[in-house]
């Protein structure tokens, strides 16, 4: 059955590029509207659908210790094409998923192309959608437009949907002097497409990473302005944030140097700068965790005070953009819809979860439940014991809406492995794979009953 009446997709990021998928997949028409490029953002550089803003990291790919990686295995099994696209373009990162930023966007972008039931119209929906678009999904992210901001706002009674997360600097890997640097992953992983030597590494003493806080901590910073009165979400600070809570923490942070020897002393330096590899061709790297607020001169004088990057030229600094979330607990239902107005569905992270993977999959999810609600089909949820029930549940309900902020997938979201009678309880290296193992048994259960999965 073919659906005559198409569902409209507001935002071509990653959410709303897998939604439009997900629709076309199950037969659905689907129009997805994106404004770039007739009208640009802050924070994208191209017209490209799912264009990757910040990280080219997708996280760990261990579908049996990692929260992210049991999501990925199950966005595979469902016919992602988020993941498809990234696995097609990965480049190394030990333990990682990380993909070349503008190899995936394009696969991304002529995938939906090429689909017949996907229209991809580039224009920007100002306000809410019209009321003859009996069925929308707005996945508008992180960056959506400040008219269907106060919209949303009008329509719900909220009184903020704004925070701040920061943009990590790129530099061209030849610019690295490699007497200081190696490459080499935490504890010598390899991970998909990897080696073991899949970063950059770039050590310092304790006299180096003292002065390296010292210029931190000094350095000019970009001024908010009034309307910019927003809080930081905690899994993305930027790192002269986190350094200003004390001397130590970016060497338990991202300058961690556990698992690392440095080949020209043989030991563990005090700490050390990550360098993930940005592109397919290995010519880019992106400092790992060092999202900021610098000033772009300050970013340039701070950063090559750090051994090996004394001559690093840099593709792009770092920099800043606004985060839009909505309450999601108190405003949406079960299925993504909002309680105000269930023509209008919500994916990605304005829902509240934080991270590509996550605003990729509840993009999934939405995409689902628009088809079948459109075809007249019944779908359940995907059971709460897997990695996209558990995200689902925890910003439809399972989390405090009074206190409710970003969340990325985490094995916490999983309800736990219950002790059997007569049975010793699981050991605490036993739990997590138990707990995917268990995830991925109950999501091949759900797909054979779920009437619209791909066979």
Request: proline share 7%; net charge negative.
């Amino acid at each position: 059955m073919t659906a005559t009446k198409p569902v409209h997709v507001v935002g071509g990021g990653l959410a709303g590029s897998e939604a439009a998928w997900q629709l076309a997949r199950a037969g659905v028409p689907v129009v997805l509207h994106e404004m770039r490029p007739v009208r640009e953002t802050a924070a994208h550089k191209t017209g490209g659908l799912a264009e990757l803003v910040c990280s080219n990291s997708f996280r760990s790919d261990d579908a049996m210790n990692n929260a992210v990686g049991l999501l990925h295995e199950e966005m595979r099994r469902y016919g992602s094409l988020i993941m498809a696209c990234g696995d097609r373009h990965k480049v190394p990162a030990g333990g990682a998923l990380a993909v070349d930023r503008d190899g995936f966007s394009d696969a991304v972008t002529a995938a939906l192309e090429a689909q017949p039931l996907v229209t991809i119209e580039r224009t920007e929906v100002a306000g809410l959608p019209p009321e003859d678009w009996d069925s929308v999904i707005l996945a508008t992210g992180p960056l959506t437009s400040p008219s269907l901001t106060d919209a949303i706002l009008a329509l719900t009674g909220e009184e903020q949907l704004a925070f701040f997360d920061a943009i990590a600097p790129i530099v061209y890997t030849e610019s690295v002097d490699f007497s200081r640097a190696w490459y080499q992953s935490r504890y010598d992983k390899p991970g998909p497409g990897g080696s073991g030597k899949d970063y950059i590494n770039c050590p310092l003493d304790q006299a180096q990473y003292e002065a390296f806080i010292d210029a931190l901590l000094a350095a000019e910073k970009t001024a908010f302005k009034e309307w910019e009165d927003t809080p930081y979400f905690e899994g993305c600070l930027p790192i002269e944030v986190m350094a200003e809570r004390g001397r130590e923490t970016l060497r338990f942070g991202p300058m961690k140097p556990v698992g690392l020897t440095d080949p020209n002393t043989g030991t563990q330096p005090h700490a050390v700068v990550q360098l993930r590899q940005d592109n397919a061709l290995a010519t880019l790297y992106n400092l790992v965790g060092f999202q900021t607020k610098l000033k772009y001169g300050e970013q340039v004088g701070v950063f090559r005070t750090i051994p090996g990057l004394e001559n690093a030229e840099f593709a792009r600094l770092g920099g800043l953009h606004r985060n839009t979330f909505i309450n999601s607990p108190r405003l949406l239902d079960a299925s993504l819809r909002l309680k105000v107005q269930p023509r209008l569905r919500f994916a990605g992270q304005i829902t509240g979860v934080e991270g590509y993977v996550e605003s990729a999959a509840i993009g999934l999810i939405a995409g689902r439940f628009a088809a079948a609600e459109r075809l007249g089909v019944e779908m359940a949820p995907p059971p709460a014991t897997t990695a996209l029930g558990a995200l689902l549940n925890h910003i439809t309900g399972g989390a405090e809406a009074e206190t409710f902020q970003p969340m990325n997938i985490n094995f916490g979201l999983l309800p736990p492995i219950p002790k059997e009678p007569g049975r010793k309880r699981l050991k605490k290296a036993e739990r997590k794979p138990a707990m995917a193992q268990r995830a991925l048994s109950d999501l091949a259960v759900w797909l054979g009953d779920e009437r619209l999965a791909a066979e």
